[in-house]
């Protein structure tokens, strides 16, 4: 059923060639928001969140939450990963070094931040072709924030709404449940 969705999504130009070959995330390799290249392979074995951010949302204040969730289990295994994009509402204007500025100015954010991308739409970045190709939903992403939990495998195994906050219970559980598969 997988094979098919993904040929469908391929078909109808939804997701690139880049993507669709890849089998985890441990296959991309990002820009880092000071321009370096990571290798999304330096996650293997650990739980990641990737979670679209923006710094002038009514969901900015999230920042908060996603840095008290860094520092409460990423000694533990779990990888929060910000990836600034400005589709919606234009809500994310500044260059890296402005939102990079801004995160840690206002949210103390330590947890790694990327150079900002598309997520929606024309251009959309292969990574999120790929996100959204793999979830358990494969429409487009809603707002800023929106969460996917990565398991040790770079697999998807969860896809959260906006609203969805980082200390919710649902959220919470999905992240436990990552730990503690294999």
């Given amino acids: 059923m997988k094979f098919l969705q993904s040929l469908c999504l391929a078909l109808c130009g939804l997701v690139g060639a880049s993507a669709m070959a890849a089998d985890s995330?441990?296959?991309f390799k990002m820009k880092s928001i000071d321009g370096k290249e990571v290798d999304l392979s330096a996650y293997k074995g650990?739980?990641?969140?990737?979670?679209?951010?923006?710094?002038?949302?009514?969901?900015?204040?999230q920042y908060e939450q996603l840095e008290a969730l860094?520092?409460?289990?990423?000694?533990?295994?779990?990888?929060?990963?910000?990836?600034?994009?400005?589709?919606?509402?234009?809500?994310e204007p500044g260059s890296n070094a402005e939102i990079k500025q801004f995160c840690s100015a206002n949210y103390n954010v330590t947890f790694p931040m990327f150079s900002k991308i598309i997520v929606k739409g024309e251009g959309i970045h292969p990574l999120y072709q790929?996100?959204?190709?793999?979830?358990?939903?494969?429409?487009?992403?809603?707002?800023?924030?929106?969460?996917?939990?990565?398991?040790?495998?770079?697999?998807?195994?969860?896809?959260?709404t906006s609203k969805t906050t980082p200390e919710s219970?649902?959220?919470?559980?999905?992240i436990a449940r990552?730990?503690?598969?294999?």
């Fill in 25 to 27: 995330v441990h296959e």
């Fill in 46 to 61: 650990k739980v990641v969140l990737m979670v679209n951010v923006a710094s002038q949302c009514g969901l900015t204040p």
């Fill in 70 to 91: 860094h520092e409460k289990f990423s000694d533990k295994g779990l990888a929060v990963l910000g990836f600034p994009a400005n589709e919606f509402g234009a809500q």
């Fill in 130 to 160: 790929w996100l959204l190709a793999n979830a358990d939903r494969h429409d487009d992403i809603e707002w800023n924030f929106c969460k996917f939990v990565i398991g040790k495998d770079g697999k998807v195994l969860n896809r959260f």
């Fill in 169 to 174: 219970k649902e959220l919470n559980e999905a």
């Fill in 178 to 182: 990552a730990f503690a598969s294999n």
